[in-house]
Nanobody, 122 residues
Framework: QVQLVESGGGLVEPGGSLRLTCAAS????????MGWYRQRPGEERELVAT???????DYANSVKERCTLSSDNAKNTVNLVMDDLTPEDTAVYYC????????????????WGQGTQVTVSS
C-alpha cells in the first residue's frame, strides 16, 4: 500500500507564508503525478498545484503568482510554498498522488493524505 504523510500547516498571519511537505512511502511503486488540493469551508475540494514525473507543473489561477511546487522524485516528496497568504487561503490542504504499483500485483493507484489545516488569521 502506498501511503502519504503530510507535514506543515497550522496558523499563519495574513501576509505570511505556508510550507507543506508530502512524502509517499510503500513497496514497489512509481509516482506519475503528485501535488496539493485544498478544501475551503463550505466549498468543494480544488486544485492548488500538481507536478508530473517529467516536471510539468500546473497551478490554480488563484495561486500561481505566489505559489511554488517542487518535487524530489528520488524521495517521492513534494513541497508547496505559498506566499502572501490571505484569510481566503484558509482551508484543509490535501496531498494527492497517482501512479502505479507492482505489489502485490501491477495496478494503478490514487492516494490522498489525511489533510492538514491551514488557518490564516491575525
Amino acid at each position: 500500500q502506498v501511503q502519504l504523510v503530510e507535514s506543515g500547516g497550522g496558523l499563519v498571519e495574513p501576509g505570511g507564508s505556508l510550507r507543506l511537505t508530502c512524502a509517499a512511502s510503500g513497496t514497489s511503486f512509481r509516482i506519475t503525478l503528485m501535488g496539493w488540493y485544498r478544501q475551503r469551508p463550505g466549498e468543494e475540494r480544488e486544485l492548488v498545484a500538481t507536478t508530473t514525473i517529467d516536471g510539468d507543473t500546473d497551478y490554480a489561477n488563484s495561486v500561481k503568482e505566489r505559489c511554488t511546487l517542487s518535487s524530489d522524485n528520488a524521495k517521492n516528496t513534494v513541497n508547496l510554498v505559498m506566499d502572501d497568504l490571505t484569510p481566503e487561503d484558509t482551508a484543509v490542504y490535501y496531498c494527492n498522488a497517482e501512479g502505479e504499483t507492482w505489489y502485490p500485483r501491477r495496478s494503478d493507484f490514487i492516494r490522498w493524505g489525511q489533510g492538514t489545516q491551514v488557518t490564516v488569521s491575525s
